[in-house]
């Protein structure tokens, strides 16, 4: 795919979706970290119908703490993994407090040593609660990095890398929200809505479905 491609590409996206932003519900760079961190293999309303339990009482480091992994677990037993996120995050909270003064700190280093927390994840932080214009490559980028031909790779670090390199610099700050929404409502795994699209035309995907 070439440049001016991808860059109309980029534009529509921006033009039908000007401020996209994750559909994890937080007030806090802490609370974002959190609800990643649940998130993982789950889907992000099963993540927000957990956390509106329990983050307006103990939605801190000090009050995840406070609560505990038991009553943590309770509270997030309907999210897949449960047990070993609750112990995580719990972990996680301790080394907040004991090594960053009770706030996230805002390097990928610091992100991926706490408990839990991978490289997505980081990203997803770094992007999403202090503006750094990084790319979280989930399963729908992914796809839709490879499906389109906007960065194809055989593995997300490979699709990470190119899309750093690829999506124009004034649209890498949300390029990551465009490409998850568009690959979890439109450019979907199994039958992807081609008429909907408003990209269709340029991406090249060969097997595009009917209208």
């Keep these: 795919m070439n440049a001016a491609k991808r860059r109309e590409i980029f534009a529509r996206l921006q033009a039908a979706n000007p401020h996209p932003t994750t559909e994890l519900e937080y007030d806090t760079p802490f609370q974002l970290l959190i609800a990643v961190l649940l998130s993982a ?3 992000d309303k099963s993540v927000n119908i957990a956390t509106r339990k329990f983050f307006p009482a103990h939605g801190t480091p000090q009050g995840l703490l406070a609560l505990g992994e038991e009553g943590l677990a309770d509270y997030i037993k309907t999210i897949g993994l449960y047990r ?3 112990k995580n995050t719990i972990a996680t ?3 907040l407090i004991e090594q960053h003064g009770g706030e996230v700190p805002q390097t990928r280093e610091a992100l991926e040593a706490l408990p839990g927390v991978g490289r997505k994840t980081a990203n ?3 992007n999403t609660a ?9 399963t ?6 490879n499906r389109t031909g906007i960065a194809p790779g055989k593995n997300v670090l490979e699709v ?6 690829f999506v124009p610099a004034e649209y890498m700050q949300d390029a990551h929200h465009w490409l998850i929404l568009l690959g979890r409502y439109v450019c979907v795994a199994r039958k992807p809505k081609c008429p909907q699209c408003g990209i269709s035309d340029l991406c090249e995907f060969k097997q595009k479905t009917p209208a």
């Excluded at 990470?160 to 390199?165: A, D, F, Q």
Aim: charged share 25%; hydrophobic share 40%; with cysteine.
């Design 41 to 43: 293999q789950a889907t």
């Design 140 to 145: 729908h980028i992914f796809r839709v990095s």
């Design 93 to 95: 909270c301790r080394i």
């Design 130 to 138: 202090f503006g750094q214009p990084t790319m979280a490559v989930d």
């Design 84 to 86: 070993t996120k609750a």
């Design 160 to 165: 990470e890398r190119k899309l750093e390199k």
């Design 124 to 126: 997803v932080v770094l």
